[in-house]
Nanobody, 120 residues
């Protein structure tokens, strides 16, 4: 079993910044990928950013140049630094972690989500 704890969401003015974090714990042997998705009201869930164990990154076009994903392997934690926020970034942000547990079984877990609201 793997647990994910997200933090860092909140209300911010347009143009402001927020940093989200997601810490994974439990029966983790290795984490291959960590990422953030978001879901706005009435819209489909979309990938925001992802990072592999080798620190290769992937970003949605809409956040390139504004968001930065990073990870601390020692802490099994992924971060999402968000700058120049605008109203289109308002959504619930969900952490996703995929890897192997101690039994070499693959896992893929989602966090409970953290709300980000950007006011104009």
């Amino acid at each position: 079993q793997v647990q994910l704890v997200e933090s860092g969401g909140g209300l911010v003015q347009a143009g402001g910044s927020l940093t989200l974090s997601c810490a994974a714990s439990g029966r983790i042997f290795s984490i291959m990928s960590m990422g953030w998705h978001r879901q706005a009201p009435g819209k489909q869930r979309e990938l925001v950013a992802a990072i592999t164990s080798g620190r290769s990154t992937n970003y949605a076009d809409s956040v390139k140049g504004r968001f930065t994903i990073s990870r601390d392997n020692a802490k099994n934690t992924v971060y999402l630094q968000m700058t120049s926020l605008n109203s289109e970034d308002t959504a619930v942000y969900l952490c996703n972690v995929a890897g192997l547990d101690y039994g070499a079984r693959p896992f893929n877990y989602w966090g409970q989500g953290t709300q980000v609201i950007v006011s104009s």
